[in-house]
């Protein structure tokens, strides 16, 4: 059966073995994969790490290989941040030479996350304002409804969550 077997051969790196400083002092791509994984939480971020990747791949002497490798990987990592940064992503083939239309992309993709996250912050704003007004029991559901800029259905469901 040890013929049938699997010989693999593998290099170990651990990325939590080294601080950010330590990362960005390496210069290399294998560093700049790190630095795309740390900042995908972060849109103004992340389109600074891609910046930074497809610099250290220009500047690799394999960079034709490592350019195909690491833009599909990439597309893979990027997919999981939804659909915006997946479309954002369809047209790029290769990091080096699609570097401004992909930041463009990622730059448009921000700026919708943003525009996202506000839209939220005022939801959440209105939704505690309407919780406040119900406690103070002062305005019937039209008027908070009205007040806070939430469908009257919310309210009213905001209403019944509320202790009596």
């Given at each position: 059966m040890r013929v049938y077997q699997p010989h693999l051969r593998y290099y170990l790196v651990n990325e939590s073995a080294f601080s950010?400083?330590?990362?960005?002092?390496?210069?290399?791509?294998?560093s700049g994969i790190f630095e795309v994984e740390k900042a995908s939480k972060d849109a103004d971020a992340l389109?600074?790490?891609v910046q930074h990747l497809a610099a250290?791949?220009?500047?690799?002497?394999?960079k034709a290989r490592l350019d195909e490798v690491i833009t599909r990987w990439l597309k893979r990592h990027l997919k999981r941040l939804g659909a915006e940064a997946e479309k954002a992503l369809e047209q790029v083939n290769s990091l080096v030479e699609d570097n401004a239309m992909l930041a463009e992309n990622l730059q448009t993709w921000a700026e919708k996350e943003r525009?996202?996250?506000e839209q939220r912050?005022?939801?959440?704003?209105?939704?505690?304002?309407?919780?406040?007004?119900?406690?103070?029991?002062l305005l019937d559901d039209d008027q908070?409804?009205?007040t806070t800029g939430l469908p009257l259905d919310e309210v009213k469901a905001l209403r019944s969550d509320?202790?009596?």
């Open positions: 950010e400083e330590e990362l960005a002092q390496r210069d290399t791509p294998l389109q600074e790490a250290r791949i220009r500047a690799h002497p394999e525009q996202k996250g912050g005022r939801q959440e704003n209105a939704r505690e304002t309407a919780i406040n007004l119900l406690a103070l029991g908070i409804a009205q509320q202790p009596h």
